[in-house]
C-alpha cells in the first residue's frame, strides 16, 4: 500500500467536493472525475508510475455549471456521467467521439485547447431549487436519486429525463442518498439527525432510524428507558454525509454516527443488514473525528483463511457471515480506515495526509486505486498491488434486481404532481455552512445498561452525564437488532 497526494491544482487550488472513478464504459483506462467550488467538473487518467504510486493526466475540463459542484457520479453500467451543484442542476455529461468542441460559450479558449477529450452535456435534470448535494445510480443506469439542500430527494427516470418521485420528509439538508444494488430501497441521510428508507415500488417510508433505547424495559421499569439520538446534528463538520450499500446489497454502511462511551461521545459508522435496516448490527468507532463517507471497493474477494502447524486451512472469524469478503474505506474529517466483512477493527489506516476536512473517496474498477479529495484543494491516492486487498473471486454473485414498475408509474407522476419540493421548516439552523467550518460536533447520546468497556478519551462532555455511565458495544448492538416487521409512515 502506497500513498501519494499529487501537486495538482486540481481546481485551482479551491476545495475540491466530490470524486469518482469510472467502472461501466470500455475500462482501458481510469478515468476519474473530480468536482469543485470552481464551478467545474475536470476528469484525469490514473496510473501507476514506477515506484508503485499513482501518476495522474489531465483530460478534459467540463465548464457548464455556474456555481460550486458538489458531487460527480459515473453510471456503473453507461457511459454517462452526473454532476450536481449549488446551481441546484444535475447535469448529465457523454464523452462526444466526434470530437467537435462545445458550442456554447462555457470554455475559454486557454482551457479548450487543453482538453484531450470532448464531452457534452446531453440531459439536464431539473426539479431540486437549492444545492444538490449527492447523486446515486442504480445498477443499470437507468434510475438516479439526488440529495438536496431544499430537504428532498428526488428520484429520477434518467431515460426520460424526468422525475418520478419526490421525497419530502426530512426537516434539513439531504447530506447523502443511496440505491440499493438490488434496487429495493433508497436510502437518505440528512442533518436533521435521520436516516429514511423508502421502498422504490411503493415511494412510500419503510424505515425511520434517528434513535436507540438505552436496553429492554422490565415490569415496572419502563421509565428508565431513555432514547438516544444515533447521527450527529447539523454542527458537524462537514455538510456531506454519503452512505452506501455494499455492492451486493447485504449491508448498509451509514457515517456520522455517534455513540455515547461513558462521558464521551465516540464517532461511529453504523452497519445495518438488509434483512432489518432498522437497527444496526455493528458501529465501526471513529475516536476523534466524525465521519463523512463510506464507499466500497466494487472487486469481491475470497474469505481469508489461515494455515495450522499440519498445513490444514483454518478458517478465521467472518463477523457479518458472507460467503465472500467485501472490502470499504471510511472516512473522517481527517483520516481513512479501510474494513473487510470478516471483522469490526480497521486493517488499514491513513492520516495526517491533508490540511482540511476530507470530502469523498472512492475505488477504481480493479481495486488498485483508492482516491481521496479534500477542502483543502488537493486528492489524495492510496495504490495496492495485485493480491494485496486478497484474492478476488473468479466470478462475481449474480444479483436478482429490482427496478421501478411501469404499472406503478402513473400513481408516480400523480405523486410528484401533489408533492411539493419547498422545504419545510427547519428546527434550528444548520451550521454545516461551506463558507465556514462548523462548530465542534454537539455531544450525543446512544447507549446500554450494564456493559463495560474501555471508554475512548475524548475532550467532550455528554449532554446526559447524571447517574452511571453509559456504554455501548458491538455485543449490545446485535442484541438490539432482533427482526422487526417494516414501519409505514409514523408521525414525527
Known sequence: MKVVTCEIAWHNKEPVYSIDFQHGGD???HRLATAGVDTTVRLWKVEKGPDGKAVVEFLSNLARHTKAVNVVRFSPSTELLASGGDDAAILLWKLNDSKEPEQAGFQEDEDAQLNKECWTVV????GHIEDVYDISWTTDG???????VDNTAIMWDINKGQKISIFNDHKSYVQGVSWDPLGQYITTLSCDRVMRVYSTQTRKKTYIVSKMSSGA???GEASSVKNYRMFHDDSMRS??????FTPDGSLLLAPAGCVE?????TNTTYVFSRKNLKRPIAHLPCPAKATLAVRCCPVYFELRNSKSEDGSTLELPNVFKLPYRLVFAVASEDSLFLYDTQQTIPFGYISNIHYHTLSDITWSKDGSFLAVSSTDGYCSFVTFEAGELGTPLKEKPTLEVQTPGPAAEKKLKKA????SPVPRPVEASPGASKNGEGSSPSPLVESSRGVCVTPISEDKKPLHSAGQPRRIT???LEAWSKPSTPIGPTPR
Do not use: C, D, Q
Not at 123 to 126: E, S, V, Y
Not at 261 to 265: H, I
Open 27 to 29: 475500462g482501458k483506462i
Open 123 to 126: 440531459k439536464t435534470l431539473r
Open 142 to 148: 437507468n434510475f438516479m436519486v439526488s440529495g438536496s
Open 217 to 219: 424495559a422490565t415490569e
Open 239 to 244: 455538510f456531506f454525509r454519503r452512505l452506501t
Open 261 to 265: 462511551a461513558g462521558e464521551n461521545v
Open 416 to 419: 410528484a404532481r401533489t408533492a
Open 474 to 476: 458491538l455485543n449490545t
